[in-house]
């Protein structure tokens, strides 16, 4: 009896899970949308600050080579100070 009311129940599950997976990929979406605002892709365009924040990362990655993460944000952050922003 108990595996007939189960064969009953999933479809409804499943839809329920579809419709919750799609509703959480549109407001991921949506949020990330709503961020580009706050994305420059030139140093002219950013506003200036009197305080910077570098995010850190390591200097070398595993192979002993540094970082290139780490080297472009200090490569950004020394633009962005030249430019006294």
């Given at each position: ?10 479809p ?74």
């Amino acid at each position: 009896m108990k595996k007939f009311k189960l064969k009953q129940r999933l479809p409804k599950i499943l839809i329920i899970l579809s419709l919750s997976t799609i509703g959480l990929i549109y407001l991921s979406d949506l949020s990330i949308s709503q961020q580009a605002k706050n994305c420059f892709h030139s140093i002219d365009s950013i506003p200036s600050a009197k305080v910077g924040l570098v995010l850190g990362t390591s200097k070398y990655v595993r192979s002993g080579n540094i970082n290139q993460y780490y080297q472009y944000r200090l490569n950004a952050a020394r633009d962005l100070y030249k430019a006294k922003k």
